[in-house]
């Protein structure tokens, strides 16, 4: 799902937003 891919990338990316 689109909500579980852009957690993994925020997690990836280490994004903090």
Same mark, same amino acid.
């Given at each position: 799902?689109? +909500? @579980? *891919? *852009? +957690? @993994? !990338?925020? !997690?990836? +990316?280490?994004?903090? !937003?």
């Amino acid at each position: 799902s689109p +909500a @579980e *891919f *852009f +957690a @993994e !990338n925020k !997690n990836i +990316a280490g994004f903090d !937003n």
